[in-house]
């Protein structure tokens, strides 16, 4: 067994980030914008934590989106911080049911509701591809999924996208497919 040493941080004050000369453009492989589950550890929650606390979470994460999950760890759905919104709190709450008692389940999109790309056809698409596809698509999020395995794959967001093609956005509005989409004019 080795022994390292123990080094003071006294002096230490720069931090190390990742280098953001990546860019894309409307002709990059569209497997350059996937958030890929086996390389990211997908964001989950389950369905009975209480809606206050997602929210919460999310924020102070910096997160927009979590994949719900079951107590099996089962993929049920997804949640997204818009979803939270204190106007759609509102439309939920009434005489018997209080804020606090709302769940994830309240508030998520349940899988059969869900539309994605199969991450096969991503192979042979371009970045373009998606953009056009999703052009109509309002979500700031669309899932890929390994038909043939039958998971979840991964994920494209609209956010990361609009990073990479070196695009400023405001990072409290909501950002959609339909907004890069446009800020690319393909």
């Known amino acids: 067994m080795k022994i390292l040493t123990l080094y003071n941080t006294e002096s230490i004050d720069e931090l190390v980030w990742p280098d953001e000369n990546i860019s894309i453009s409307k002709n990059t492989p569209a497997l350059s914008i996937l958030t890929d589950f086996h390389q990211n550890l997908p964001r989950v929650i389950g369905t009975n934590v209480k809606a206050?606390?997602?929210e919460a979470m999310m924020k102070?994460?910096?997160?927009?989106?979590?994949?719900v999950v079951d107590n099996n760890n089962k993929f049920v759905g997804l949640i997204g911080l818009q979803d939270l919104s204190e106007e759609n709190v509102l439309k939920k709450v009434n005489k018997n049911t209080h804020r606090d008692e709302l769940?994830?389940?309240?508030?998520m999109h349940p899988r059969e509701s869900l539309k994605c790309f199969d991450y096969e056809e991503l192979i042979n698409a371009s970045v373009s591809d998606v953009l056009e596809t999703q052009r109509n698509n309002h979500q700031q999020h669309c899932l890929v999924i390994d038909r043939e395995k039958h998971q979840i794959r991964g994920l494209i967001s609209a956010r990361d996208v609009a990073r990479l093609i070196n695009r400023s956005f405001d990072i409290?509005?909501?950002?959609?497919?339909e907004a890069v989409f446009k800020e690319l004019e393909i």
């Open 103 to 107: 769940l994830v389940s309240d508030f």
């Open 52 to 54: 206050v606390d997602v």
């Open 172 to 177: 409290e509005k909501h950002l959609s497919f």
């Open 60 to 67: 102070r994460a910096h997160v927009k989106l979590k994949l």
